[in-house]
């Protein structure tokens, strides 16, 4: 049982909470970008980017995996499945395009 009272486990609700940390971090470097500080607003939203990649990679696959995979493998389809492959649908859209920002703004690996 997780810390927040509800039917989840200790790390879904650690993860939950870093998660609107990072959501929080991201809002925080927005402003940072309108103030024209744009070092530190690439500072910012990467490592917000790296902190949801870890988290993802340590929690959300082996969930997806170990929890839904053999009811999608198994052609079970309701409205929690669903919502799950339209979860991680759009979180890979998401995590990809924020990645290629990463590398086209910080980097000289992608040329503009």
Do not use: K
Request: hydrophobic share 55%; net charge positive; with cysteine.
């Amino acid at each position: 049982m997780g810390f927040l009272g509800r039917n989840a486990t200790f790390g879904a609700d650690l993860n939950l909470l870093v998660q609107l940390a990072l959501g929080v971090l991201l809002l925080c470097g927005m402003l940072l970008a309108r103030r024209g500080w744009y070092r530190c607003h690439g500072v910012c939203q990467s490592t917000a980017l790296l902190g949801t990649l870890a988290l993802t990679a340590i929690w959300m696959i082996p969930a997806l995996r170990d929890v839904y995979a053999p009811g999608l493998a198994g052609g079970t389809v309701h409205r929690v499945n669903v919502s799950v492959v339209a979860h991680a649908g759009l979180g890979s859209v998401v995590l990809l395009l924020g990645m290629y920002v990463v590398l086209v703004a910080g980097t000289p690996l992608i040329p503009e």
